[in-house]
């Protein structure tokens, strides 16, 4: 059997440059990404961008980064784009996978939002690429369809050199994601059998402290005031629930190959413990940094090196003091519903996405209340998430429109 | 190339049992490792066990482990000692050595104290075997003769199986420490090209908020009340001095090929951290354990695979807190002491951990006061530390008694 491409052997500045293919190059984590690779130009060559709708910023990535090829989702606006001359168009509904399966390409990072980004994750995984993903729906709605094949490529790599970092499914399917990247970390170089559980760290949100009462009032203004990191609405609204909290714990399953029962989550206000591994021997594994996603982007490139990064490091001396509690399920009920609707499977954890999204805009429409969040996220578990097989690309992309359907708008939880 | 046995590849209870020599089995150290070995009799089989005068335990340790050779520094007693049919009696100036380099040994664990146990551990790894040591003088003075020992093995095995456990140095040389281990499992799986710094923690001892008066006229009694370990004397007046963390900062130095400027210490009172290393992309992995010398010394036997131990894991939530301060060098004048004794070479490092036993036993025993213990180490490695050549054994016994000679007794720091 003959490796693909991207698990070429060697180290950092010895083997030929990675080819990267960036889909969703506009967005917050897309911009990042780039900064990340064009601050190391002798170890990444960009030879894809695709986004959505931002024909202006996609032009002046290309012109800076230079790709072989690029795709817009809005393809009226694609032919117009100024573009570099040796820069092909891609168009059509299957421009991302298309970019995510090239030749050329060795890894894919997927920064676009949604269960339909599982489509070019699973082409990209099927034509033996290294997906380094940031959309959720990836492993929380396809966990099942996304984790056989990762583990397939490592073993592949491990039946021919044991050992090597690309034998792990974690070289293949890896997580931008402050905490999943964190326990990456901690995971390297240890067998899975050593592990006893996984700590997922939560700041707490901008609620930590809040009575029933207050959270009951909280307004969009105040959600979206998040402690320690500043994000897009979305996700700051899921920390201020622990919705986000609850997604990772289902991320962590699939990623990891972890029970739920060995999952926890550990309230942390000053985020710098970005989450740990407890091993069966007693010891206990951290990841610390600050709170700049270019590190994880960073460490899902580079894997299995490291390069000097612009995120500078956590000063324990500085910060003085970390603080842990237990999380109050009660007053952030999303978290127990996130847990149960993954143990109920991938239904359950596609409605639990999909109504997440619906939930939180809502709520910033003013069209439910905060408490309304987790109603809505059970009632959607509830209704969507019974049957427990596995369903394919085609059947979570109709469950999303479904959730969507039943929740986005209508008597749902109106404001009381 | 052929590798020793005991780099024989495969996984916890898939290879056949370690083949363990223990010498120092009834010290602290020892104890607890006839503990750790006697809870994993799939894993471990002790061929040899070595003590210097308890006699009576090491009979009891033969009873229950059946080893094949004893050895007992009192000779005249060793002949009545009562063993197991089968176990041999091993006498003479060379017994160590002779245990250390059994052909049916893979693993030597050297509790022994004193510059004297460098003659075992440089057999043994000049004979292939793996060697776990908790000898402060093995690092501290001979890191110069240990290492490169290490790391020629740890080249044998990498040119074979790169990407091996046993193709790091570490590998060969394991530290039973809790700081050295943290640091240890923090680097698994991590090139040394990507390390920053390293950063020991240090619980700061009973006089971590003492006024310099009050040090002045700290008793032994006092300095004996570790706050988070429960030690042996002479370590835990060195916890209360910070000479334990000076003498800690020379060891990483050699085990981990760090320079100094990058080995940072930092203050942290509950002892949960047990140490960190920072990544040149910002990233810091931290260990943390609760204060159980059984979890250290049984990940340097089961390295790379973790087994259960009795150790109780970390409780984040119930430890609730964790904080973190700079070491005072004026007050605590040791770990300025130490780094400048290991920057200026063996002699001074050997010089500095023999002056270090002379300055506690003559501490406890009144003959010195707390804040001549520094003052102590100073003048001797002042007096002994001046050239920076490479000593060998012979050379670094010569010196260890020499440094006794001039500070044991006689008017140097006699009680003002």
């Known amino acids: 059997m003959s490796l693909p491409s991207s698990a070429e052997p060697g180290r950092a500045g010895e083997r030929p440059p990675r080819r990267v293919a960036l889909l969703g190059s506009t967005g917050s984590i897309g911009r990042q990404t780039v900064d990340v690779l064009a601050a190391h130009p002798d170890a990444f060559r960009v030879v894809a961008l695709a986004t959505g709708s931002n024909a202006g910023l996609l032009a002046d990535q290309a012109a800076r980064l230079r790709p072989a090829a690029v795709a817009l989702g809005d393809g009226s606006a694609l032919a117009g784009l100024d573009l570099p001359p040796d820069t092909q168009r891609i168009g059509g509904v299957d421009a991302l996978e298309t970019l995510a399966t090239r030749d050329d390409v060795d890894i ?46 490592a073993a592949g790599v491990a039946s021919l050199r044991p050992g090597d970092p690309y034998a792990s499914p974690l070289a293949w399917l890896r997580p931008i994601d402050s905490e999943h990247s964190a326990i990456w970390q901690c995971l390297v170089g240890e067998d899975m059998a050593g592990v006893a559980a996984l700590i997922l760290t939560a700041s707490g949100g901008p609620f930590l402290d809040a009575s029933p009462a207050e959270m009951a009032a909280v307004t969009p203004e105040q959600a979206l005031r998040h402690p320690t990191w500043t994000m897009g609405a979305k996700i700051t609204i899921d920390s201020a629930t622990l919705a986000n909290k609850g997604l990772e714990v289902i991320e962590a399953h699939w990623l990891y190959d972890v029970d739920y029962d060995a999952i926890e989550v550990v309230i942390h206000p000053q985020s710098v413990v970005h989450s740990a591994v407890r091993f069966v021997d007693g010891s206990l594994k951290a990841q610390l940094g600050t709170p700049d996603m270019r590190l994880p982007i960073q460490y899902a490139l580079t894997y299995p090196d490291r390069r000097p990064s612009p995120a500078a490091p956590p000063d324990l001396i500085a910060t003085g003091r970390l603080d842990f509690r237990a999380p109050d399920e009660d007053r952030f009920p999303a978290l127990r519903i996130a847990r149960d609707a993954g143990r109920r499977g991938p239904r359950a954890s596609a409605a639990l996405i999909a109504a997440d999204e619906v939930a939180v805009a809502r709520f910033l429409e003013g069209s439910l209340d905060f408490a309304g969040i987790p109603r809505l996220l059970e009632a959607a578990v509830d209704r969507f998430g019974a049957d427990g097989d596995a369903p394919d690309v085609d059947a979570l992309v109709a469950l999303d429109a479904d959730v969507r359907g039943v929740f986005a708008t209508g008597a749902f939880g109106a404001r009381s």
């Open 108 to 153: 894919v990072i997927v920064a676009t939002g949604g269960v339909v980004s599982l489509r070019p994750v699973l082409a990209a995984l099927r034509a033996g690429k290294v997906v380094a993903t940031a959309n959720k729906e990836t492993l929380v709605a396809g966990g099942h369809l996304v984790m056989p094949q990762a583990r397939a490529l």
